[in-house]
T-cell receptor
């Protein structure tokens, strides 16, 4: 079946640098995407979302980019801080409606080096 | 404070025992979900409910049961038929069937 996945299981960055976490999706009918942050032992936390009629959306220190041509989603975190250390995963929803919801990727573990 | 609560944080199950995980939300969301998370894997949908007194099986419903008698509550029972129940269980809710907000999770361990 179609799925959402991530390019790298672990990403290590220096504190203060920008982080870019990537996600590839295969369902061309998906029209809504979300990035979640999950700290160890906790539930996922909503970060930012984007609809398929947009290419870019910005939040506080985060930007999501959507490239529908190559079915690629990325999360950019500016000036990475120790508190950003977590697993980040993307989720997508098809355009078919219904509450059966999201398809989740496996996650990228972001490690912040001092 | 609005949000989703799950209890207990840790739960131990003995062989052949049914255990129930609690999920409560005061966000007035119609839809609620249960997911299972295993190390190195993405979230897998167990059951979901679009509205009170209605629920649907997800991808891995075998060995689990749910009820939705109240809008605020969506308890999950892990039955003895679930042979590999050790996992982190996450409950979520949604007002629009799109953005889902998660609770803190319950870790289930087998004795």
């Amino acid at each position: 079946g179609e799925s959402v996945g991530l390019h790298l299981p672990t990403l290590s960055v220096q504190e203060g640098d920008n982080s870019i976490i990537n996600c590839a999706y295969s369902n061309s009918a998906s029209d809504y995407f979300i990035w979640y942050k999950q700290e160890s032992g906790k539930g996922p936390q909503f970060i930012i979302d984007i609809r398929s009629n947009m290419d870019k959306r910005q939040g506080q220190r985060v930007t999501v980019l959507l490239n529908k041509t190559v079915k690629h989603l990325s999360l950019q975190i500016a000036a990475t801080q120790p508190g950003d250390s977590a697993v980040y995963f993307c989720a997508e929803k098809g355009s078919g409606g219904g509450a059966d919801g999201l398809t989740f990727g496996k996650g990228t573990h972001l490690i912040i080096q001092p | 404070d609005g949000g989703i609560t799950q209890s207990p944080k840790y739960l131990f199950r003995k062989e052949g025992q049914n255990v129930t995980l609690s999920c409560e939300q005061n966000l007035n969301h119609d839809a609620m979900y249960w997911y299972r998370q295993d190390p190195g894997q993405g979230l897998r949908l167990i059951y979901y409910s679009q509205i009170v007194n209605d629920f649907q099986k997800g991808d891995i419903a075998e060995g689990y049961s749910v009820s939705r008698e109240k809008k605020e509550s969506f308890p999950l029972t892990v039955t003895s038929a679930q042979k590999n129940p050790t996992a982190f269980y996450l409950c979520a809710s949604s007002i629009d069937w799109e953005t889902q907000y998660f609770g803190p999770g319950t870790r289930l361990l087998v004795l």
